[in-house]
């Protein structure tokens, strides 16, 4: 009877084991599934972008003297933005919604574009295509490309905002704000949000 | 008093004709018509048509707050750059908002939370992929540790 009585024991143990290792087997699955629905959508974005070069060079012109058709439909690439201090190199996109941000930094609808006056706002993902983003400082070089030509910013100011605060403003001149979540190395939503703000050079 | 008889008698039908005038008066509806199928249908059109045409203009009307409202904003780059832009840019300006055919993505675009404005939020970046990831690993290896002491406890009842 005690025999009888422990094996239903082991066999329940065992079921349930089983079943944690297949959900957690799952949950890795969906996060994978994510990365790598991402990455594609990284490298689709990339291969437009060099399609918009090639179509620019083709043209014999610069980005923003036409023979390239230019796109502001979500999703599309709008400009290529570098940091070469912390090797961060990403095509971004238009929108910055779940779908724009899995391909790369995101655009936000509403602001100019690198270059234009005004305040130029691109985000992205902690955990992905900014994560070289905890290391930048002060004085530090970022350069994007777009059809209003190409930019080299300084940075000139860092700072740390509260999810929920008001924080992006709107400047006359031309002001580039790259968002992302802080801390860089949080597990689940982050809940606060680092704003880097740079200034032509 | 057969003159008082008189009087009276006159003065009864003065009465009597003023109330029956009023009765005239007063019950006046006739009960209402019953309307043929056929007009009963024509009329049910024509109810359907006017609601129609109510219907339409209120769409107009919607899609032109829209339309002016996305070019009151005109934050959005022209999709095709002309030459007069210079290499840095010329500032976009909000007189000039780039003609859109496609109604449909202004109205998708102000529908959307996170636009630009001053004083808006930064985007919302959080994911919780990581945590999914992480919750996943951390299962597997408590799955794996709840199969290796059930094996022992397997063996000890073996022995």
Redesign the interface.
């Known amino acids: 009877m005690i025999?009888r009585l422990?094996?239903q024991r082991?066999e329940a143990?065992?079921a349930?084991?089983?079943?944690?290792?297949?959900?957690?087997?799952?949950?890795?699955?969906?996060?994978?599934t994510?990365?790598a629905r991402g990455a594609i959508a990284r490298d689709a974005a990339r291969a437009r972008w060099a399609e918009l070069e090639a179509e620019r060079a083709v043209a014999g012109a610069?980005?923003?003297?036409?023979g390239?058709?230019?796109?502001?439909?979500r999703g599309t690439p709008?400009a290529r933005m570098t940091i070469p201090r912390l090797g961060l190199d990403e095509v971004v996109v238009e929108?910055?919604?779940d779908d724009e941000?899995r391909a790369g930094p995101?655009h936000?609808?509403?602001?100019?574009?690198p270059?234009?006056?005004?305040?130029s706002?691109i985000?992205?993902?902690?955990?992905r295509h900014?994560h070289a983003l905890g290391g930048i400082a002060m004085g530090d070089t970022v350069v994007t490309e777009s059809?209003?030509?190409?930019?080299v910013w300084t940075v000139s100011r860092i700072r740390v905002?509260r999810?929920?605060?008001?924080?992006?403003?709107?400047r006359p001149t031309p002001t580039l704000m790259l968002?992302?979540?802080w801390p860089i190395r949080y597990?689940?939503?982050?809940p606060d949000?680092l704003?880097v703000e740079a200034v032509?050079k | 008093m057969h003159n008082l008889g008189r009087a009276a008698l006159a003065a009864m039908m003065i009465v009597g004709a003023g109330t029956a005038s009023a009765q005239i008066t007063t019950v006046v509806a006739p009960p209402p018509r019953k309307n043929e199928p056929a007009q009963q249908a024509a009329a049910q059109q024509r109810e359907r048509v006017v609601q129609d045409s109510v219907a339409r203009v209120t769409m107009t009307g919607m899609k032109e707050w829209v339309d002016s409202a996305s070019a009151a904003l005109a934050v959005r780059p022209d999709t095709v750059p002309t030459t007069a832009d210079t290499a840095l840019g010329t500032p976009r300006t909000a007189t000039a908002p780039a003609p859109k055919s496609d109604s449909s993505a202004s109205a998708r675009t102000s529908e959307r939370p996170s636009e630009f404005r001053d004083g808006s939020r930064a985007p919302n970046t959080a994911t919780p992929i990581p945590a999914i990831g992480l919750a996943g690993v951390l299962m597997i290896l408590m799955g794996v540790a709840m199969k290796r002491r059930e094996r022992t406890a397997r063996a000890r009842v073996r022995r």
């Not at chain 1, 390239?68 to 439909?73: E, F, L, N, P, Y």
């Not at chain 1, 936000?108 to 574009?113: A, D, E, H, T």
């Not at chain 1, 059809?147 to 930019?151: A, D, E, I």
């Open positions: 025999g422990t094996r082991l143990r065992s349930a084991s089983t079943a944690v290792i297949v959900c957690g087997a799952l949950l890795l699955i969906a996060s994978a994510s990365v610069k980005l923003s003297t036409g390239t058709r230019w796109s502001d439909a709008v929108g910055v919604g941000l995101g936000m609808i509403g602001s100019v574009l270059g234009d006056s005004g305040t706002v985000s992205a993902h902690r955990d900014f059809m209003r030509g190409r930019v905002v999810a929920e605060d008001s924080a992006l403003n709107a968002t992302t979540c597990v689940g939503p982050a949000r704003i032509p």
